[in-house]
C-alpha cells in the first residue's frame, strides 16, 4: 500500500466548474498536509496546507482534512485554464511523502 | 532570496557513467530533502538532511546511490555508475527551521542513454 494515495485521473472539467481532488494517506501520525501545483516542466509550488480538522479556504481554493478517515482533499471553484497543472498531496510525518498526482484540465 | 538552486538542469550521459547533482538551499533552511520524479513512479524521497546530518536515506534506491551535505548550503547527490533506469528529474527542496512548508529548486533532469 502507498503511503499517499490520489485520484489518478486525468481529470478534466469545463471552465467554471468545480474540480475535486482527493487524497488518502496511511500514516496515522502525520500531522501537517499540503497541496502543491506542478506545472508541466516545472517545480512543485504550494498552493495550500491544512493542519487541522475541517476545511479551510484561500480565494478559490478550499482544503478538506479528515484525520479519523484519513483523507484530505482541495476544492478548485470557478476552474480556469490557468488551474491547468498536476496536483501533487504532501503528507508530513517524521519527513514530507508526496502522491504521485491527479492531473487536471480546465476547458476553456 | 535566489530560491534553492540545483545544477546541471540538464544532464545526459552514457550508462557507466559518474553523475553529480548539486543543491544550494535556501540560506538559513535546516532541512535538505532530495526527490526522484518519474511518470511511472511519481515524486519519491531519496534522502533528507537536517543541520547537514542524513536523517533517512531508506529512499536511496541503491548503493549507486549516494548524498552528502558538507556545510550548510551545499548538498550533493552522487550516482556511480548511472543506469538507463535513473533517468528522471531529481529535485531538491528545503525548509526553513520550524517551518513544514518545502521550497523546491528547478530540478536537475538527467539521461541516462
Known amino acids: 500500500q502507498k503511503e499517499v494515495e490520489q485520484n489518478s485521473g486525468p481529470l478534466s472539467v469545463p471552465e467554471g466548474a468545480i474540480a475535486s481532488l482527493n487524497c488518502t494517506y496511511s500514516?496515522?501520525?502525520?500531522?501537517?498536509f499540503f497541496w502543491y501545483r506542478q506545472y508541466s516542466g516545472k517545480s512543485p509550488e504550494l498552493i495550500m496546507s491544512i493542519y487541522s480538522n475541517g476545511d479551510k479556504e484561500d480565494g478559490r481554493f478550499t482544503a478538506q482534512l479528515n484525520k479519523a478517515s484519513q483523507y484530505v482533499s482541495l476544492l478548485i471553484r470557478d476552474s480556469q485554464p490557468s488551474d491547468s497543472a498536476t496536483y501533487l498531496c504532501?503528507?508530513?510525518?517524521?519527513?514530507?511523502?508526496f502522491g504521485a498526482g491527479t492531473r487536471l484540465t480546465v476547458k476553456p | 532570496d535566489a530560491g534553492v538552486i540545483q545544477s546541471p538542469r540538464h544532464e545526459v550521459t552514457e550508462m557507466g557513467q559518474e553523475v553529480t547533482l548539486r543543491c544550494k538551499p535556501i540560506?538559513?533552511?535546516?532541512?535538505l530533502f532530495w526527490y526522484r520524479q518519474t511518470m511511472m513512479r511519481g515524486l519519491e524521497l531519496l534522502i533528507y538532511?537536517?543541520?547537514?546530518?542524513?536523517?533517512?536515506d531508506s529512499g536511496m534506491p541503491e548503493d549507486r546511490f549516494s548524498a552528502k551535505m558538507p556545510n550548510a548550503s551545499f548538498s550533493t547527490l552522487k550516482i556511480q555508475p548511472s543506469e538507463p533506469r535513473d533517468s528522471a528529474v531529481y529535485f531538491c527542496a528545503s525548509s526553513a527551521p520550524g517551518a513544514n512548508v518545502l521550497t523546491f529548486g528547478a530540478g536537475s533532469r538527467l539521461t541516462v542513454l
Open positions: 538532511f537536517n543541520n547537514n546530518v542524513p536523517i533517512d
Open positions: 504532501a503528507v508530513k510525518g517524521n519527513d514530507m511523502r
Open positions: 540560506s538559513g533552511h535546516d532541512y
Open positions: 500514516d496515522r501520525g502525520s500531522q501537517s
